[in-house]
């Protein structure tokens, strides 16, 4: 019988060459027995004869080692330093989301090279932590696991709370609590005094079809609570003037009961005026505006010269009419006041940054 040709092992210099080109051509962290099957076909070699080259090479910083994938496992080598790959896909991440995730939700989202365990992100997170590249935010319920986000705590529960409104309208205290898991009640009533004084929020009174205090976006329109009184006020003005009492003294009783109630009657001239044509004035502001060209609304109102009140309710007028197109912003709870000044709102927690024509608008 001939003999087994034996292969002989190649150089320490051959080796290490052969070593460090399979780890940076290999498409994933690598093991010491997966890199000498690679190689086993060309050199005879086996886990313990690459193991102490690559070692060096870690040594030396041309390659970098991870910890194994379990307790009985072995440590796998990569050409690039996956704990800064996989940095940088965190904050990635994060940076393009308002939603805090923790490490687990972090570890299924990487869509990177390199596959991370939620116990492996975990000090990579705290480090974003430490160096304020990154905020940890506490547990959505008892016992659930710490959240990462880019923004930090106050201010991410700010927003959260904001957002709650922006999407659901008026909340009462109980419900805009469900909007920020994770914050104690100390917490929240600070942050709710917080934005109330900023005029970020406001407080809507019980009433109106609603037996508890509310907080939305804005101001509560009057509209729904004065309606309350629509029914009652009709019977006493129908009673009244059954036994005689005409409508004039009965409009200078409710004038007087305004006054005292710190209120004053419109004036006149107020009353009577006129509203400017708008679909008009939006032609005179952009040329090409029946061919549906936007026309911003602070654009408008500048041009219309009308307080804010009756612009907002001639364009809503004119949108009900089907004359007009509105472009509602998608995130009204991201702005100042004064920039929510600028847009028109139907007092439901929706604002408006402009309109066209629409094409049948004669």
Partial sequence: ????????????????????????????????????????????????????????????????????????????????????????????????????FTAKDIAKRLTGPLHFTDRELTPILQACVAD??????????????????????????????????????????????????????????????????????????????????????????????????????????DALTAAGVDRQTLGEAFQRLLEQAGLTALPDSRRVRPSPDLVSLMRHIEPAADRGAFVAARDLRRCAAIDKLDFDRA?????????LMLHRHDFPAGLTAAEREELVTDGSGNYYVGMALRRSTE
């Fill in 132 to 237: 304020g590249e990154l905020h940890a935010l506490p547990p959505a319920r008892a016992r659930g696991a710490p959240r990462y986000a880019r923004w930090n705590p106050r201010e991410f529960f700010r927003r959260q709370l904001l957002r709650a409104v922006a999407v659901s309208g008026p909340l009462s205290a109980a419900q805009l609590k469900q909007a920020v898991k994770g914050v104690d009640a100390a917490e929240f009533a600070s942050l709710l005094a917080e934005l109330l004084e900023e005029r970020r929020l406001f407080r809507y009174p019980p009433g109106g079809g609603h037996n508890k205090e509310r907080f939305g976006g804005q101001p509560p329109s009057p509209d729904p609570y004065l309606a309350e009184w629509r029914v009652p006020l009709t019977r006493l003005v």
């Fill in 315 to 323: 364009v809503l007028e004119l949108a009900r009419q089907g004359r």
């Fill in 1 to 100: 019988m001939t003999a087994r040709k034996h292969r002989s092992l190649p150089s320490p210099s051959e080796l290490r060459a052969q070593v460090l080109h399979g780890v940076q051509h290999a498409s994933e962290p690598i093991t010491a027995a997966a890199l000498a099957r690679q190689l086993a076909p060309r050199v005879a070699v086996r886990a313990p004869d690459v193991s102490k080259p690559l070692e060096e090479l870690v040594a030396e910083g041309q390659l970098f080692r991870l910890p194994p994938k379990s307790a009985k496992a072995s440590p796998r080598y990569w050409h690039s330093d996956p704990y800064e790959l996989a940095r940088a896909d965190v904050l990635g991440l994060l940076q393009s989301t308002e939603e805090p």
